[in-house]
């Protein structure tokens, strides 16, 4: 399994049938939601080439350790002392 993470302002150029995740309330969000995770086997869709970076380098790819160490991060997870 390998994982991006997108700008949230891509959200309507992802083609659902080309990753694991079914619809916009199966994504897991930032904490301000201004990034999304997208998980697929195999590589990157082409739809992030042509609709999201249009380029042929495409997004920072994470394999499942790395994306869980990622997740960690304060943009994604509160700390215990942190308010909504």
Excluded: C
Aim: aromatic fraction near 12%; charged fraction near 35%; avoid cysteine.
């Amino acid at each position: 399994m390998n994982y991006i993470i997108v700008k949230a302002k891509h959200l309507e150029k992802i083609d659902f049938s080309k990753v694991k995740q079914t619809s916009p309330n199966s994504l897991r969000y930032s904490l301000d939601r201004k990034f999304f995770l997208l998980k697929y086997e195999g590589d990157q869709p082409e739809f992030i080439f042509s609709k999201v970076t249009h380029d042929t380098v495409g997004l920072k790819e994470y394999s499942h350790p790395e994306i869980i160490e990622e997740l960690k991060g304060q943009i994604w997870t509160k700390k215990k002392h942190q308010k909504d």
